[in-house]
């Protein structure tokens, strides 16, 4: 049985095929000169096989250790070939020639068989990004100050502070904790503009102050404004004032409310929290990376909240009804909207797409229909559109000062942060 393994193994060898797998995971730690070394290769020959320039790797990267010869064409060796000239002919280096059939020496046999690797291609740029958010979670049955501390790789005393007890012993079952999470998410494109650009035009001949905001740059936050720090709706303020509080680099008008308690009559998502929910259909969300969409609202449609409602999103606020959807005018709408008012001529705000990392906030005193309203925002490039509180309610402002304020106090606003250095959270 010996003699049979080393048969098999001489065979195996001779074939030049190697017996480790063709790829590895990059750990913790690790650097490109453990990886080739644990392989039996040079530093160049893994750069070479897996197209690197550099020597930065990540954890979690995939790695070529060596060429799978299942996909890869094979060459028989002719009188008078070298491993130089194999590999010219090839379009790659000896060293991937060599790596890609486990060879140590430069020495061929006539009829040898070779492994020839695909012709190397530049690095390609990595599609995702790791990064930090903080979302609430329950405290299980199972759960101790311990395990939780272990499992977001905190200490006891950094779970205590970032919740705010005075002692982790309040760490018990049903509780809700914020802890930090590492999330993969897509590497953002390069910014196209100024993270926040403002503009007074007169689409259609309608005067309009348009505020486009561009979601590439990392350090845009564009959230609910409240009047109170506590995350409660009980009164209101005009735009202007919540601007001038807040510090938002433009802030417009956000949805509909009850016009005595100021309670939003839709969803509304912030700082990991479902803070009100309703039927409105429709809602703005924003990931913690800055991906904006226009999605349906599960509330809406359970008619009631879930736990999971809006998992994974930073920001919410459901709004309607949908006035442009892929660039058409919209003109039958939920019946969730039956207030003749809102149908008539009147001041209007929107927020609109033009594409996921484009984000487009229109505010008019001009008195217009919804579909008036769907047309401006048509000719001003944006592809899907919801409107916000309209009438009285209406306004926009740019740097801490309102350009057209509100007639009203409202619920509240939504703001457009730059330069935010602060946590990032997912619900």
Do not use: C
């Amino acid at each position: 049985m010996r003699r049979l393994l080393s048969l098999l193994l001489l065979v195996s060898l001779g074939s030049g095929l190697a017996l480790t797998p063709p790829t590895v995971t990059v750990k913790s730690g690790d650097t490109l000169y453990k990886i080739a070394t644990r392989a039996g290769l040079g530093v160049a020959q893994l750069q070479q096989l897996n197209g690197l320039t550099g020597t930065t790797i990540r954890a979690g990267q995939v790695l070529r250790v060596r060429a799978v010869t299942s996909s890869a064409p094979n060459y028989t060796v002719r009188a008078g070939d070298t491993l130089r000239r194999i590999a010219a002919r090839a379009g790659v280096s000896v060293a991937a020639l060599k790596a890609a059939n486990g060879l140590r020496g430069d020495a061929l046999q006539r009829g040898q068989r070779l492994s020839v690797p695909p012709a190397a291609r530049p690095a390609l740029r990595p599609t995702t990004e790791v990064r930090t958010v903080y979302s609430y979670v329950w405290v299980g049955v199972k759960d101790t100050p311990q395990v939780l501390a272990a499992r977001y790789r905190l200490s006891l005393d950094g779970l205590r502070r970032l919740n705010g007890l005075s002692t982790y012993r309040a760490v018990v079952p049903g509780k809700k904790l914020l802890v930090p999470m590492r999330v993969p998410v897509p590497i953002p494109p390069r910014p196209q503009r100024q993270p926040v650009t403002f503009k007074r035009l007169k689409p259609l001949n309608v005067p309009v102050q348009i505020a486009n905001v561009d979601l590439r740059w990392r350090d845009v936050l564009v959230a609910p404004v409240l009047p109170s720090r506590r995350l409660t709706f009980s009164t209101g303020a005009r735009v202007g004032d919540l601007a001038r509080r807040s510090g938002a680099r433009v802030l417009v008008n956000g949805s509909y409310f009850h016009p005595q308690s100021y309670a939003p009559a839709g969803d509304i998502v912030t700082q990991g929290r479902l803070l009100t929910w309703g039927r409105i259909p429709q809602a703005l969300t924003i990931t913690p990376d800055n991906r904006a969409a226009f999605r349906v609202s599960a509330v809406a449609a359970l008619g009631r909240p879930l736990d999971t409602s809006w998992a994974g999103l930073e920001t919410v606020v459901a709004t309607g009804p949908r006035i442009l959807s892929g660039g058409q005018v919209v003109t039958r709408y939920s019946t969730v909207f039956r207030d003749p008012a809102l149908f008539g001529r009147a001041a209007r705000s929107a927020v609109g797409l033009i594409g996921n990392r484009d984000l487009v906030f229109v505010s008019t005193h001009a008195r217009l229909t919804t579909t008036e309203m769907g047309k401006v925002m048509t000719r001003l490039g944006v592809r899907d559109a919801l409107l916000l509180d309209g009438g009285s309610s209406a306004g926009i402002a740019w740097n801490g000062r309102a350009v057209l304020d509100s007639v009203r106090k409202v619920s509240y606003g939504i703001g457009v942060f730059t330069e935010y250095a602060g946590r990032r959270y997912v619900k």
